[in-house]
């Protein structure tokens, strides 16, 4: 069971926006550990997406953007395209574990 | 190209081993740690091990702590997961990872392989 805990599934039309949540504890996001998101399509490794809370690695468009608060951390993605339609996951570092640790992933479906 | 190229994977009994392997090329491999993720068919991501950059450091995740050993050949630009006593959950798309920053500890992973299956079965 993962630690940290995101929604098992999220949906919306196109050009619309999704927020996707994960939600850690204090000896992971709470500590103060980054959280990292990624997107994965199917049969394919993940990508990474966001990185350091907030920041967009070159070639990952600014529609989709992540926050981070307390013992959580959201991916927000407006103006929803058929291409967005994929299994989303958050990670973060923690302490009990001693490694990283994975969100439980999020199917986000383009309506 | 940047790219890691995982190997080794197939078909094994329960209580059988088996050796992964992950090439690296185009980057400087002696200057990142690395990371073993998994995943499980159908499941979410699940983080093996990591190693530092000279093999100082070696954590394992719980599930894999004493059945599993990571080690890694700078000179071969490679990195492996030695995996003895497999259990039926422990059938997965193993895949490397390196992450953005060279120490890597809490970053993220910005370079994965294509992943390689494992499946435990009799």
């Known amino acids: 069971q993962s630690v940290l805990t995101q929604p098992p599934s999220v949906s919306g039309a196109p050009g619309q926006s999704v927020t996707i949540s994960c939600t850690g504890t204090?000896?992971?996001?709470?500590?103060?550990?980054?959280v990292h998101w990624y997107q994965q399509l199917p049969g394919t490794a993940p990508k990474f997406i966001i990185y350091?809370?907030?920041n967009r690695p070159s070639g990952v468009p600014d529609r989709i953007s992540g926050s981070k608060s307390g013992t959580s951390a959201s991916l927000v993605i407006t103006g929803l395209q058929a291409e967005d339609e994929a299994d989303y996951y958050c990670q973060s570092y923690d302490t009990i574990l001693g490694g990283s640790l994975f969100g439980g992933g999020t199917k986000l479906t383009v309506l | 190209e940047v790219q890691l190229v995982e190997s080794g994977g197939g078909v094994v009994k329960p209580g059988g081993s088996l050796r992964l392997s992950c090439t690296a090329s185009g980057f400087t491999f002696r200057s990142y740690s690395m990371s073993w993720v998994r995943q499980a068919p159908g499941k979410g991501l699940e983080w093996v091990s990591y190693i530092s950059r000279s093999s100082t450091y070696i954590y394992d995740a719980d599930s894999v702590r004493g059945r599993f050993t990571t080690s890694r050949d700078n000179a071969k630009n490679s990195m492996y997961l030695q995996m003895n006593s497999l259990r039926v959950e422990d059938t997965a798309t193993y895949y490397c990872a390196r992450p953005r920053d060279v120490t890597g500890t809490t970053d993220a992973f910005d370079l994965w392989g294509q992943g390689t299956v494992v499946t435990v079965s009799s």
């Open positions: 350091g809370n907030t």
């Open positions: 204090n000896s992971n996001i709470g500590a103060g550990y980054d």
